[in-house]
C-alpha cells in the first residue's frame, strides 16, 4: 500500500499521485528496508523448533517474531500522522502534555523491555541448574518466582504466577531507571550475567534520565515559546512599573495591555506580527483585512495599484483598549487610522460624545489637509487599527513620483474634505449649547456600578480570594485523607459545611455581585459578569458544590465512602492554577511584592510536588489498608496496623516523599502486587514531575539569570579593555563602570526606551504624559499653544539618563534640547553663581528659562529661607521634603529622615508690590521608596524688605483645609545688588547623580510651530511639506548639550571642561 497508493506532496507542495513516483518515494525514504525485514515469516521455523529450551512454545513462536520490532521505526512519523488527523477533525493536541506523555511512554516501553529481558536471564539460569539448589543464583529465584527444578518444555505457567513474575520484574526496572532504586529486588550477586546487565541498565537509565530531563527543560523553558518570551516581557514590564513608581491606574493598563496583546496576538505587537511574513504575504493578508475602506480614502482610492500596494507594506497594526486616545482635539494629523474592529467615540474638546464609529477610516480631513485634529476620537472598547504615518505617505509619493499628482488631486478635490470636516464642525458647535451638553452627558456610556455590586481590586475580594485559595488547599488535602483513613468526625464535618458553604455563597457571588474585568474593561453589571461567569467556570462549581457527602452523612455514612461522596469538591482542583495566579496577582498590586515568573514557576512545581506526595501517601495507605484483610501488605508487614491514623500517615508520607524524589531509601516495605504497581507509578511520576521537572525549572531559571549575567560581564569586560588599551582617564573609567553598576542594581537592567517602545502609542503617550503634561502645559515656552499641540510633543519625548557630572545645559552655549527632570539630583547654577535644586516636573533649558524671564521679567530680590525644624501630622512612613514656590519658579529642599532641617534656600524673585511684600508658596511633599511623592499639604507666607529674619511657623494644610503641621522658619527679602542682578535667563544645570529626565529636541517643536502655522494658510497646496523638509539647527559635532564635569567641589558646581 504504501509503495504504490500512499500519495504525498512534493518540495513543492504539489501533490503526487503518480504509482511510479510513489514507489520511488518510498524506496528512497530509506525505510523500505526495514519493512522488508519486518514482514519476513520467521515464524515457520516454529515447525521445525516448536520449543527452544527453557522457552515454551509461546514464548519461541514469539522469539522468532522479534523483526516484528523493526516497525518501531515508523512510531514518530505515525505520531505526527495521527496529530495532523485530529487537528483535521478539530482536536487540537496539547503540545506540551503530548510531549510529557511521550516522555512517560518511553520510561515505561524501556521498562516493560528491561523487566522482560531480566527475567529471561533469570529463568535460563534456574533451567541450566534444574534441581542443583546451589548454582541457582538468580533474583527470581531468591524471590520465590520460579520452580527448584525445572523440565523442558514443562507445565505451562499460571497465569497468576506470570503476573507475578512481570511485575517484580517491571518493578526493579521501574526502580532502576527512574533512578529511585529502592534495593528490595537487585541482581544476585553470584550471577555475572545478571550483575553486567544491571550494569548495562544502570548506564541506560542515567541516559533516559538526562533525556527527561534534556526534554523538560525544553518544555519549561519554552512553554511554548511564546509564552515564555510573554512573560518575560510582562516581567520587565512590571519592574519597570514599579521602578518609576507608577500609579495603580497606569499599572492596570499596562497589564490589560499585554493581556489583550496576548489574547489577540500571542504577546507580539501589531509591527512585529506582520514581519513574520514576506512582503508579498504581508500586502495579501493588509488587503484583505482594509482594502474595502482604502477603496473610499481620499486620493488613494484613485491611485494605482503599485503605489496602494506601497502603502500597505509601510502600515503599522495597533491595538486600543477601551478609554485609549487615538488622537486629541489640536494634536498634529500625522497619521491616518483604518478601524478594523472595535468601535470608538469621538468626543467634542469638552470631553462630550457626539458620535460613535466602527469599521471605518478615522483623520482623514486632518491627515490630507494638513491641519490639526478637530475633535478626540478614544477608544470605546479594545480595537484593532491600521495606521499610515505622514512620513510614510509623502515618502511613497516621492519614491513613485506622485507629488505633483497629488498636489492637483488635493486642489480639485479638496472640497470634498472640508465638507466633512463642516460636517464634523457643525455637529460640534451645536453642541456647545447647555441644553445638548447636559443630554449627551446623561446617555453618556459612562461606568457605573450597581448598588451592592463589588469591584474586583476592593479589600473584600483581596480577603475572599485568598480565603478561597485556603479552603482549594484545604479539599485537595482532607478528601484524600478522608478516603484513605476513613476518620469523620463531628469537627470534620463542621469545617466540610463551613468549606462547602464558602464554596456555595461564591457561585452566587460571581453571578450576581462581583465584578469582573474583561478584555481590559470592568464589566459591573450583574447580568453581564452573570453571563461571562456562566459562559466559563459556572458548570464545574455547580458540579462540585453538590453535596453528596452532606447527604452520606444524613444516611450513617461514615467510612471511606463519606469521602468518596466528597470526589464532587475534589473536582475544584482542576481551578488550582487560577487560583494560585489569583493569589499572587494580589501580592503584586496590595504589597507591592513583584511575583516573577520564576518564583511563579517555583512556586507552582514546589506545591505540585507536594501535592502529589500528600495523594501519594494516602493512596499507598489504602492500597496497604484495603489489602490487609487477606494478604500481607506493608501495614502488615512494618507492624503498623496497630499504630494511630498520624503514625501511618507519617510512614506513608515518607514512602511518597523519598519515592517522588527518587532517593529510594526503601525503607518502607513494598509487597504486594498492587503495592510494586502502584509504587512503579510513583516512580514514573517522580522521575518526570519532581527529579527532572525540578531540576528543569531551576536549569531554566539560572539559564536565563546566567544569560543576562554573562550580557552584563561580557560589557564590563569589553569596555575595560577598550578603556586599558586606549588609556582612558581613571576617573572616567570609574564613572562608566558606576553607570554600569547603576544600570544592573538600580534600574535592573530595565532600558526604559524598549520598555515604552513595547507599548502601544497610546499606552507610551500616557506614561509619557503622567511624568511630562503638566510640566510641558506649565511651562511659559508653551503657553501659545494647546493641549493637543502638546500631546504631539509629548509623541516626541525620549527617556534620558543623565550620569553623574554631566551638564545639561551651560551659560553662554547653545541648547539643543528641553528636559523634563523626573528623579535623581540636578542643580542649577546662574550667572552670579546662586545655585538651587531642580525640582521634579521642572523644564530644564534655555528657551524655557527665556520665556520665563520674558514673562515674568528678571527678578529684582533675593529671597532666603532658613528652614528650621517642621511637625506633620499625615508624614508618618515617608521623608518629607518642601518646594519654595514663587511664581513658575520653584525651588526644593533635600530630602529629610528627620524633623530638624536646618537647611537654607536661597532664590531670586521678583517683588511687584509697592509696600514692597513678597508672597511665597510652601509645598509639602513626602518621599518613599517605590511610590509617587505625595503631597502632605500647603501653606504661604508673607515677607517683605522690612523683615528681620525673625522665627515664624507656616500652618500647612491639605486640599481639604485642614490643619496638618507646621514649619518654623526664618525668611528674609533683600532687594538685588549690582553685582548680584542678573542680566542673563540661562542657567547650568548639572546632574548631581545618575538622573532621569525625558528629553524634547527642539527641532521637534519647531517642525510642530511650523506644522501650525502652515495650517492656516488658505492654499491647501501650500500646506504640503516638501520631501525631507526639516529645521535644521546647527549643532557643534562635540555636541555641546552633553558634557562631563568631573571636579564636582563640595561646596557646588566647580565646572570644568576638561573632558
Known sequence: FRANFEAFFDENNNLVVDHKAIWQHFVKSGKVKWHILSIMPLEVLTLAFPTLCPLWRLQTW?????????????????????????????????????????LLLVILLLAHIN???????????????????????????????????????????????????????????????????????????????????????????????TLVIASLEDIVAQLDVTSSLYKIKTDRANTYAQIQCLPESLKGKIGAYNDQLWRSHLGVKGDKLLKYVSP????????????????????????????????????????????????????????????????????TSQGVKFKTVSYCTLGETSFFLFEPQICSAKAADSCEVFQLRMATFLNGLDDYQLSSQFREYLAAHHSSLQEAKASIENTITNLSSSK????????????????????????????????????LLYLITSIPLQISFAGIGMVNLIIDLFVDAFFLMDVYCRLRKFAVVKNGYLVSRPNDFGKLYRETDFHLDLVCVFPASILAF????????????????????LSFVKYLEGVTEILSTKTRFTVTTATLRLTQIFMIILILTHWFSCSFHFIGDQGAEFDDTWIIVDEMQHESIGRRYLRSFYWSLYTITTIGYGSVPVISIHERLFSMLAMAVGAVICDAGLTAVLASILQNKDKQAGTNNRRIQCTKLFMATNDVDERLQSKILEYFAYADDEMRNIDETDILNDFSSSLRSEVLSHFSFDSLRDCTYFDDISDGAIFSLIKNLEPYLAVTGEKLSVIGEPCYDLYVFQKGSVRTKDATGAIANVTEGDI????????????????????????????????????????????????????????????????????????????????VKEWRKRQNHVVVGYGEIIVTESSLGDVMVCTIHDDRGRNVGTIELRAKLCRLSASDALTSHEMTSTALSF?????????????????????????????????????????????????????????????????
Open 844 to 923: 530644564i533649558g534655555h528657551l524655557a528659562t527665556q520665556a520665563k524671564s520674558h514673562r515674568e521679567g528678571l527678578p529684582t530680590h533675593s529671597l532666603e529661607i532658613n528652614l528650621i525644624s517642621a511637625n506633620f501630622s499625615k508624614s508618618k512612613n515617608g521623608n518629607p521634603y518642601v518646594i519654595v514656590k514663587n511664581g513658575r519658579y520653584r525651588c526644593r529642599s533635600l530630602i529629610k529622615s528627620t524633623r530638624n532641617w536646618m537647611e537654607t534656600i536661597d532664590m531670586k524673585v521678583k517683588v511687584e508690590n509697592a509696600d514692597n511684600s513678597h508672597k511665597t508658596e510652601l509645598i
Open 280 to 347: 508579498a504575504l504581508k500586502s495579501e493578508l493588509i488587503v484583505d483585512a482594509i482594502m474595502p475602506y482604502l477603496e473610499k480614502v481620499f486620493f488613494l482610492k484613485d491611485c494605482n495599484a503599485d503605489f496602494v500596494h506601497c502603502i500597505m507594506q509601510c502600515l503599522e497594526l495597533e491595538i486600543y483598549l477601551s478609554d485609549d486616545y487615538l488622537f486629541r482635539e489640536g494634536e498634529r494629523g500625522d497619521a491616518l487610522h483604518i478601524l478594523v474592529s472595535g468601535s470608538v467615540d469621538l468626543l
Open 554 to 573: 444524613a444516611f450513617g455514612v461514615r467510612n471511606q465512602f463519606y469521602g468518596i461522596c466528597r470526589l464532587f469538591q475534589f473536582l475544584r482542583v
Open 995 to 1059: 538622573s532621569h529626565l525625558y528629553r524634547l529636541p527642539i527641532s521637534a517643536d519647531k517642525e510642530l510651530r511650523k506644522y501650525l502655522d502652515l495650517s492656516k494658510r488658505r492654499n491647501f497646496v501650500e500646506r504640503i511639506p516638501q520631501i525631507g523638509e526639516g529645521i535644521e539647527v546647527e549643532k557643534d559635532s562635540t555636541d555641546a548639550a552633553v558634557d562631563w564635569d568631573l571636579s564636582i567641589e563640595k561646596e557646588g558646581l566647580g565646572l570644568s571642561n576638561k573632558v
Open 115 to 209: 523487566a522482560c529481558v531480566f527475567f529471561a536471564i533469570a529463568n535460563f539460569n534456574q533451567h541450566a541448574n534444574s534441581g542443583d539448589l546451589n548454582a541457582q543464583h538468580n533474583w527470581a529465584n531468591a524471590e520465590g518466582l520460579v520452580g527448584s527444578s525445572p523440565t523442558c518444555p514443562g507445565e505451562a505457567v499460571p497465569l497468576e504466577m506470570v503476573g507475578q513474575q512481570y511485575t517484580a520484574g517491571l518493578y526493579w526496572a521501574m526502580a532502576t531507571i527512574s533512578t529511585a532504586g529502592y534495593g528490595d529486588i537487585t541482581a544476585d550477586l553470584n550471577s555475572l550475567q545478571e550483575i553486567l546487565y544491571s550494569t548495562l541498565i544502570l548506564i541506560v537509565g542515567m541516559l533516559v534520565y
Open 436 to 471: 445638548m451638553v447636559k443630554f449627551f452627558d446623561a446617555n453618556d456610556d459612562i461606568v457605573k456600578v450597581p448598588k451592592g455590586v463589588i469591584l474586583p481590586d476592593s479589600n473584600f475580594r483581596v480577603v475572599w480570594d485568598i480565603t478561597l485559595f485556603l479552603g
Open 62 to 102: 514469539s522469539l522468532f517474531r522479534l523483526n516484528k520490532l523493526l516497525r518501531v521505526i515508523e512510531m514518530p512519523s505515525l505520531i505526527r500522522s495521527v496529530e495532523s488527523s485530529l487537528a483535521k477533525v478539530g482536536v487540537k493536541v496539547p503540545k506540551n502534555p503530548l510531549k510529557v506523555v511521550k
